[in-house]
T-cell receptor, first 113, second 113 residues
Framework: LAKTTQPISMDSYEGQEVNITCSHN???????ITWYQQFPSQGPRFIIQ???TKVTNEVASLFIPADRKSSTLSLPRVSLSDTAVYYC??????????????FGTGTRLLVSP | NAGVTQTPKFQVLKTGQSMTLQCAQD?????MYWYRQDPGMGLRLIYY???????DKGEVPNGYNVSRLNKREFSLRLESAAPSQTSVYFC????????????FGQGTRLTVV
């Protein structure tokens, strides 16, 4: 299982861009990188997923360098409602459809006015 | 448009009592998961079911049992509750595949006194 390492917490202000980096040195060839967001008292929610280079959707961008040993979730112009815990997950190296989905400790983002 | 439904939402048990947490999904997903989340911590995988008829242990299976009743339902049973099992429990489901997202229920907040 490819272990991930993220900062425990980050602080930001409204309107700033926030970049959260995740390290996954042992990522396997067929593993995708997925980010989830969790608000207090709620289950995690899928944000974005990618395999290489850059992926962008209406919520965030995901940057993945060529060696895929890390990834960066970028949140443009954060607001107070982006205060949440963000989890980076990678696959467990299986070349099958099933993935165990093991979460790490996540990054607690606090956005202040 | 229910997604993943967990029942009950809240429960208080006395030490030694038993109970079953229910989870049902209406998205025709193959894979289902049970997690626990202690205050201020990340999610830990208890059990998972890759497909109907199969279940397997996750990171913290001790004290729990599961049943994949059919493709829709995946229940978690505490045979003899202990205060250490006080936590929020989340169920999730997912289509099999290397690049698919998981959908989470709203959680069951369990207190064992």
């Amino acid at each position: 299982l490819a272990k991930t390492t993220q900062p425990i917490s980050m602080d930001s202000y409204e309107g700033q861009e926030v970049n959260i980096t995740c390290s996954h040195n042992n990522i396997a060839t067929n593993d995708y990188i997925t980010w989830y967001q969790q608000f207090p008292s709620q289950g995690p929610r899928f944000i974005i997923q990618g395999y290489k280079t850059k992926v962008t959707n209406e919520v965030a961008s995901l940057f993945i360098p060529a060696d895929r040993k890390s990834s960066t979730l970028s949140l443009p112009r954060v607001s107070l409602s982006d205060t949440a815990v963000y989890y980076c997950l990678v696959g467990d190296g299986r070349n099958t459809g099933f993935q165990k989905l093991v979460f790490g400790t996540g990054t607690r983002l606090l956005v202040s006015p | 448009n229910a997604g993943v439904t967990q029942t009950p939402k809240f429960q208080v048990l006395k030490t030694g009592q038993s109970m079953t947490l229910q989870c049902a999904q209406d998205m025709n997903h193959n894979s289902m998961y049970w997690y626990r989340q202690d205050p201020g911590m990340g999610l830990r995988l208890i059990y998972y079911s890759a497909s109907e008829g199969t279940t397997d242990k996750g990171e913290v299976p001790n004290g729990y049992n599961v049943s994949r009743l059919n493709k829709r339902e995946f229940s978690l049973r505490l045979e003899s509750a202990a205060p250490s099992q006080t936590s929020v429990y989340f169920c999730a489901s997912r289509v099999q595949g290397l690049a698919t997202e998981a959908f989470f229920g709203q959680g069951t907040r369990l207190t064992v006194v």
